[in-house]
């Protein structure tokens, strides 16, 4: 099964351009408009590869009350935080990015996250 780039934020344009850009650079994507969405999902999967992309600042589930559920769940996924606003950094995340994130900033952060996963295959 390969990796897979789970994105979590609120904004249709945001999911939009960040999945188009990460299929271009060859990642498979999955995107959910709220962390409920991803959490219904990943609870099933808790095994699958991959890293998550998520928004801190959402409405219902935020960001890093979705870290905590997925934690208590077992669901081992390195979370790579993003936001607008300024939030503290989180922790348990394997970066936080400030929105708009550059293109390179965004891939190198995913390779990182990703390598950890591998790491510790």
């Known amino acids: 099964?390969?990796?897979v780039v789970h994105v979590v934020d609120d904004e249709p344009s945001v999911r939009k351009a960040v999945s188009r850009l990460l299929r271009a650079a060859g990642y498979d994507v999955a995107i959910y408009e709220s962390a409920e969405q991803l959490l219904d999902r990943v609870?099933?999967?808790?095994?699958e590869s991959g890293c998550i992309l998520a928004d801190v600042l959402m409405p219902g589930v935020s960001g890093p009350a979705m870290r905590e559920r997925l934690e208590r769940i077992g669901a081992r996924l390195p979370i790579l935080f993003m936001t607008g606003s300024v939030e503290p950094i989180q922790r348990n995340a394997e970066a936080f990015l400030k929105k708009p994130v550059a293109k390179e900033e965004l891939l190198d952060a995913i390779e990182r996250a990703l390598g950890s996963v591998r790491a510790s295959e």
């Open 1 to 3: 099964m390969s990796a």
């Open 43 to 47: 609870s099933d999967q808790k095994s």
